[in-house]
């Protein structure tokens, strides 16, 4: 039953992203959203329509197919650093024979899709702690977010045509977990110059 209003085309791309690798493999195909128009935060259906996503996007694209193909439709919120400032990141996740793994949307050639091999969500978290860091080598990765189940908020996350602030908002308030001590955030090695190098590198320009 189609009880969320989805198009024929809708579906018919659903049923071919019947696997997390098949959806990481859609949404590596897309450009990445560059919010060159202002600010967005679209839901899968105008994900499908733009062709391009930002991590949110990507995350609330990736947790759609998920929920059609009878998975949870969950979220992971990785939190960053306020000072110096950078950016959070916003994944799917997924469980295969009890394993956490996640899908993730972004330019860069880190902080990608994850294998379903993690535990815990706080072991799936701590895989992207080496790799998040700032031009300067600072590692800036903190808190993560509980779960977010998005079948349980009452908004038209999946097929709505206007921007959907109220979900990063909500993400930002609910529960996080520090992943660590003040000792040992105060001894953090920086990044290796060609750690930093290789972060650099995009998929798409600006």
Not at 25 to 35: A, G, K, M, R, V
Not at 41 to 55: D, F, N, P, Q, Y
Not at 140 to 157: G, M, V
Request: proline fraction near 3%; aromatic fraction near 12%; charged fraction near 35%.
């Amino acid at each position: 039953m189609n009880k969320f209003g989805y198009t024929k085309e809708e579906i018919k791309l659903f049923r071919k992203l019947n696997t997390p690798q098949k959806i990481q493999d859609y949404l590596n195909s897309l450009l990445f959203n560059f919010e060159k128009g202002g600010e967005t935060c679209m839901s899968s259906r105008r994900v499908v329509k733009t062709k391009k996503a930002h991590c949110v996007e990507g995350a609330l694209f990736a947790a759609t197919v998920l929920e059609f193909h009878g998975h949870k439709p969950w979220v992971l919120d990785l939190r960053s650093t306020t000072k110096p400032w950078d950016y959070d990141h916003v994944v799917a996740v997924f469980k295969k024979d009890s394993y956490l793994g996640s899908i993730s949307k972004t330019n860069h050639a880190v902080l990608r899709y994850r294998e379903p091999i993690y535990k815990s969500v706080r072991e799936l978290a701590m895989s992207f702690f080496h790799e998040y860091f700032l031009d300067n080598g600072r590692k800036t990765l903190r808190e993560y977010s509980d779960p977010c189940d998005l079948s349980k908020l009452k908004i038209n996350w999946r097929t709505s045509e206007k921007d959907l602030f109220e979900i990063p908002e909500y993400l930002d308030k609910i529960k996080h977990h520090k992943l660590l001590s003040p000792k040992q955030i105060k001894n953090l090695r920086k990044a290796d110059k060609i750690e930093i190098k290789a972060g650099k590198i995009v998929e798409y320009k600006k």
